[in-house]
């Protein structure tokens, strides 16, 4: 009678070791393939904001200027409705289409523009912010810059361009590349293109209103006595801040959701807090229904440890959050002749 061979096979030690192998082969490279994506991701970001940098000087070698933060058409439409630089840009970004469909007379909610503004456009889109691609539609990512100025929209309710003097910004006020009253051409640049901010990022809201959350929008939040409309400090900064988040069940949590919306929550930022500051977004007016009033609106990202710039030549560098505060602020004016610190 034949002996019994002994099987081929795996003990159970054998078989817990391969699996622990196998486990911590998978701990080693899983980290790497998500800092991968994260890097494609934010180079397509880059790419998007380089985009929007050439779309801006072919506007500017066209029309002379840059366009405003928010263009009023006719100058009868609502101000809180006004379009968006982006809007100005389609035809330099091949949506020369989508922009021929639209109404530059009406808001951008009447007729068909309510319609053409859900239109979802890519080069708006940040890849790494996944979670506000999930609600936004047609959101934006990108943000245009009005400087280290509180008064990017009036001082009071209404939009600051007609009526009486009282209700207009003052030209000191507006010292970014994009504002409200005052068109800014590359001969204004006084500080060097490469020395000032034309655009940044933010975050998208997740629309939910139960809870607030860092990147929602606080409102009705009186500023502190002797708050300066341009060049606050860190410590107005942060007095403001806190104010805010003791106000912060009054918040909205769509910001940046629509790309046709002038408005700074939507389309537009001040370079007062670093970005991503824990300060809220938030604004003073007490009897705005909106934004239309003068505010902290910060730049954001989905990226660690800082954010994307698009600079007045078109460069993009990646700015830090830790990045000086007057730095900061300086980088988003536009002649204010005092010399940066590095960034």
Not at 325 to 343: C, K, S, V, Y
Request: with cysteine; hydrophobic share 40%.
């Amino acid at each position: 009678m034949a002996s019994l061979g002994r099987r081929a096979g795996f003990t159970l030690i054998e078989l817990l070791v391969v699996v622990a192998i196998v486990a911590v082969l998978v701990g080693l490279l899983l980290p790497a393939v998500q800092t991968a994506r994260e890097a494609a991701r934010r180079m397509q970001c880059r790419n998007n904001l380089k985009q929007l940098g050439l779309a801006l000087h072919n506007y500017q070698e066209v029309h002379g200027v840059f366009p405003r933060v928010c263009f009023q058409g006719s100058g009868s439409v609502s101000g809180w409705q006004g379009f968006s630089v982006h809007t100005m840009l389609l035809p330099q970004l091949d949506q020369a289409a989508l922009y021929n469909q639209l109404n530059l007379n009406l808001t951008f909610t009447t007729g068909s523009n309510g319609t053409l503004k859900n239109t979802p456009i890519a080069a708006f889109l940040c890849p790494s912010d996944l979670g506000g691609q999930q609600v936004k539609g047609a959101g934006n990512n990108y943000v245009v810059s009005g400087g280290p100025s509180l008064m990017m929209i009036s001082p009071t309710p209404g939009f600051g361009i007609g009526g009486s003097p009282g209700t207009q910004i003052a030209d000191a006020d507006q010292i970014g590349m994009f504002n409200i009253r005052r068109n800014v051409g590359m001969q204004d640049l006084l500080d060097g293109t490469s020395n000032v901010m034309a655009a940044s990022e933010g975050i998208i809201g997740d629309g939910i209103t139960t809870a607030y959350r860092l990147g929602d929008h606080v409102r009705n939040t009186a500023f502190p006595s002797g708050m300066p409309n341009t060049f606050a400090t860190a410590a107005q900064l942060d007095a403001y801040g806190v104010s805010c988040l003791a106000g912060s069940a009054t918040h909205y949590s769509d910001p940046h959701k629509e790309w046709i919306n002038g408005m700074p929550s939507q389309t537009a930022f001040n370079s007062l807090n670093r970005p991503n500051s824990t300060n809220p977004d938030c604004h003073e007016c007490t009897t705005c229904g909106w934004y239309d009033s003068r505010g902290v609106w910060n730049a954001r990202s989905r990226h660690t440890g800082g954010v994307s710039v698009l600079l007045g030549d078109g460069a993009v560098r990646f700015v830090g959050d830790s990045t000086d505060l007057l730095t900061w602020q300086r980088l988003g004016a536009i002649a204010d002749g005092n010399p940066l610190g590095e960034f």
